[in-house]
């Protein structure tokens, strides 16, 4: 048994997981209840289907918006941790900065004991990308608080490619923008809640540090021939122009693929491996997730 094993940190307080009925979220909360954590899990609709399975499954379900403060510090009260997430798609880049920035000052009026922020790959080099640059300014503040802290910036995530799947499984075709040997990397929300609940029960590790998450990282080209050995039949890659890409997904996103093309994204697949070696390859993340089924 190693020394970070024995000196596992058990709370005797819930911790709150923002975003519960979300991806990241959610799987952060799945995974503090299989370690035997407490959750309190926050969502401004308790009464939605995701909500009404956590709640199933042990977590305490506790309605809170990120942008009512107030609500907020109630959700805290009396709570150990708590993991901080926003997500820019559903309420837009402006909301996504504000709501971070609330969750993070009521985490500093609270008690807590440890706050784990999830960002995303390349924050920190002023990338121009708004919704990226609106995470940095949470982590900035994040990294101001005298609460403990971690922060991890996850690469995109694997789980993404469920809005493709009709379109490849039915055409044989992977669309994706950017070069055919631009180094895309990916990891699961899996695989980032193993990583964030590792922090919560390692604080004396992980407190004060930053660490980028991708349990793979490939070109187009190969993850075309990964989706043809999950498959088991031929899947093309085809290129995605710009313009193409803005029309389909919106400014925002092409303009992420477009900054991740020319300058690189963050994220080693063998350091998240030395912390979590059953981390998912992109190919063993298809067939966990059934593709090919």
């Not at 708590?82 to 504000?98: C, H, M, T, Y």
């Not at 121009?128 to 971690?150: C, F, I, Y």
């Not at 093309?236 to 890409?245: I, R």
């Not at 390859?281 to 997730?289: G, T």
């Amino acid at each position: 048994m190693s020394e970070r094993t024995k000196t596992i940190k058990k709370y005797d307080r819930p911790v709150v997981v923002a975003g519960a009925t979300g991806k990241q979220g959610g799987a952060v909360a799945a995974r503090l209840l299989e370690r035997g954590h407490r959750v309190r899990a926050l969502t401004r609709n308790p009464g939605k289907p995701a909500a009404k399975a956590l709640e199933a499954a042990g977590a305490e379900v506790v309605q809170a918006d990120l942008e009512d403060r107030p609500s907020l510090d109630r959700a805290l009260a009396g709570a150990a941790a708590l993991f901080s997430v926003q997500d820019f798609l559903e309420a837009g880049v402006d909301a996504e900065r504000r709501q971070g920035i609330n969750l993070t000052e009521a985490a500093a009026a609270s008690a807590i004991e440890h706050l784990v922020y999830s960002g995303a790959s390349t924050i920190d080099r002023n990338t121009g990308v708004p919704h990226l640059d609106s995470k940095w300014e949470v982590e900035q503040r994040v990294r101001a608080l005298d609460t403990p802290w971690t922060v991890f910036r996850p690469a995109a995530f694997m789980e993404n490619w469920a809005w493709e799947r009709e379109t490849i499984e039915s055409s044989d075709v992977m669309h994706h923008p950017g070069r055919p040997d631009m180094v895309y990397r990916q990891v699961s929300v899996r695989d980032i809640a193993v990583m964030v609940v590792e922090a919560f029960e390692n604080p004396a590790v992980w407190t004060g540090n930053i660490a980028p998450l991708a349990g793979d990282a490939l070109t187009p080209v190969q993850m075309a021939e990964a989706f043809s050995r999950v498959l088991a039949r031929p899947i093309a890659f085809e290129l995605v122009d710009w313009e193409s890409c803005a029309s389909a997904q919106g400014e925002e996103l092409m303009l992420m693929y477009r900054y991740f093309d020319e300058f690189g994204m963050d994220g080693d697949p063998a350091q998240l491996r030395h912390w979590h070696p059953g981390a998912r390859s992109f190919e063993q993340f298809l067939r966990d997730d059934g593709w090919g089924i």
